[in-house]
T-cell receptor, first 115, second 115 residues
């Protein structure tokens, strides 16, 4: 089975530009997560969807960040306008909420640099 | 709220030797999952091993094993016959079984393998 697929793998953009990160979860998984990793703050959960519905977005830094999951096989994380402090690795992850599961599998990450 | 603590920011071991990484956690729940993830320089998050709290037997995956002490809320990772490819950041993580699913990570331990 294919793992969690993220795009782009790397993005360099100028401050003020809109950035859209994309994610395809593992087929059959019903939970999707967006994490951000920085040196200063480590791994932070930004938002968590269950069955395409946002359950917890308390980690979203501010209104410049938004996430959508229009269907079970696709999610986006958008930053508008981007700022240099948004530079980080953004991970998408998915899991299947069952007794044998609850294991969260990560994509390879999207490296974002805002200059 | 759950917390995960890794008290060793860095560890090093000679190739072929054994090393143990420590992790403690805090939760009021009686049933949950614990994980160790490996993050090599590529930054990909790779699942190393998983432990279900309701199982008394410690999980083992080839050279990787855990020492799960539920009463002490301790979950250490032992790597036997260390290899150069084991060099990475290692993260301990907690996930609930019921309710909102979101991994809580420790701060990470950077493991260096000395040839």
């Amino acid at each position: 089975d294919a793992g969690v697929i993220q795009s782009p793998r790397h993005e360099v953009t100028e401050m003020g530009q809109e950035v859209t990160l994309r994610c395809k979860p593992i087929s059959g998984h019903n939970s999707l997560f967006w994490y951000r990793q920085t040196m200063m703050r480590g791994l932070e959960l930004l938002i968590y969807f269950n069955n395409n519905v946002p359950i917890d977005d308390s980690g979203m830094p501010e209104d410049r960040f938004s996430a959508k999951m229009p269907n079970a096989s696709f999610s986006t994380l958008k930053i508008q306008p981007s700022e240099p402090r948004d530079s980080a690795v953004y991970f998408c992850a998915s899991s299947s909420h069952d007794r044998a599961g609850n294991t969260i599998y990560f994509g390879e990450g999207s490296w974002l640099t805002v200059v | 709220a759950q917390t995960v603590t890794q008290s060793q920011p860095e560890m090093s071991v000679q190739e072929a030797e054994t090393v143990t990484l420590s992790c403690t956690y805090d939760t009021s729940e009686s049933d949950y999952y614990l994980f160790w993830y490996k993050q090599p320089p590529s930054r990909q998050m790779i699942l190393v091993i998983r432990q279900e709290a309701y199982k008394q037997q410690n999980a083992t995956e080839n050279r990787f094993s855990v020492n799960f002490q539920k009463a002490a809320k301790s979950f250490s990772l032992k790597i036997s016959d260390s290899q150069l490819g084991d060099a990475a950041m290692y993260f301990c993580a907690f996930n609930r079984i019921q309710g909102a699913q979101k991994l809580v990570f420790g701060q990470g331990t950077r493991l260096t393998i000395n040839p």
